[in-house]
């Protein structure tokens, strides 16, 4: 509970401009709604939180829906939800962050009845032919790039063998997939050992606490095995505040979570309590941060993104809508834009933001020019 109030008083000052007056909004004599959608607290919390702020921000202008917990099985669910939002004649544009398997499903379904609608994919989880051809802008840091920067990163911190926990659903996404193997490939070449190590999947049969519980449990196995120079990474979010307490307890190192942020993971991990004045003060963070992992002797051994990735993308979606439902952005896909909307999030912090190349059925480059990858510097604690 303590960990979910600090991240509503985060996300209240992260996106801190405050509550406009115009938030029933109207563009001209046109009124307007932005639909969005994002997981529940136990899936996404960062991403929820974040959504918390942008409805208090703009209270007469979002429409707010979450997807199911188990959207593997209730995809039925997700497009329902979706369809909900769309149903309302003002919502103009629909933002969804994660954009997990069954979001192209429920665009498509959108599209049969408002094709009008701008629609912006953040975090997405199907393959990106695919979501790239449903939505108008998709978001998400830069997978691929991170395969060569995260095992730079780890080894940089001192790390001689490096750790990949997934499990197949993960693996099944292409980015994530293509991504384990630049890892592999970049740990050779680096000189660290690399292991392909099979956790449960938090939506299997054991659940969450499952999950998790193995976690806390094989770090401790594989620092044993491998010694404390041992990087660990896991591409699940549940996993990542298990992950940063069993890595700082047994004395290994953890370059990044899979969703770069200094709120992913190390305030609970760490038992961080964030007083009501220092609420959104992300310096204040990264300093108690750092403080917890001092004193348990692991500086310089962990390290993250200096913005919380997942919650920007939710603020930049809604930013980004709102400016094209007002006319200021003309084009549904505006890469300027989108931009300079993400570099006022972040303060000025030094942002890459390319497109995604993939390949077509014939094995050629095919560049989706609406899919933007980010990429951020690294703070070390």
Known sequence: MKRVLALVLVCLMVFSLAACGQSAATSGSKKFKIG??????????E???????????????????????NFMKETETTIANMMTMAADPDVKAIVMVQAVPGASAAI????????????????????PDMIAKKADVVLQADDLAMGYAIPAQAKKLGATTFVHYSFPRHMSYPLLAQRRDIFKTECEKLGLKFVDATAPDPLGDQGVPGAQQFVLEDVPRKIAEFGKDTNFFSTNCAMQEPLIKATLEAGGIC????????????PGALGIEIPSDKAGDIAFIIKATEEKIAAKKGTGRFSTWPIPVNMMFVQAGVE???????????????????????????????????????????GKDVEFNNYYMILCDYITF
């Open 36 to 45: 969005l959608m994002t997981g529940t607290v136990s899936q996404g919390e």
């Open 320 to 362: 980004y809508a709102k400016q094209y439902c007002e006319g200021k952005i003309k084009d549904k896909n505006d890469k300027d834009a989108m931009a300079k909307v993400c570099s006022e999030i972040a303060s000025g912090k030094k942002m890459t933001i390319n497109t995604y190349t993939g390949k077509d059925k014939d």
């Open 108 to 127: 498509e379904k959108v599209r049969e009845s408002r094709p009008d609608i701008l629609i912006i994919a953040g975090v997405p989880a199907e393959d």
């Open 47 to 69: 991403e929820y939180q974040a959504a918390q702020a942008m409805i208090k921000k703009y209270p007469d202008m979002i429409v707010f829906q979450t997807y199911p917990d």
């Open 255 to 266: 370059a990044q979570q899979c969703c770069p942020s200094p709120l992913h993971g190390y």
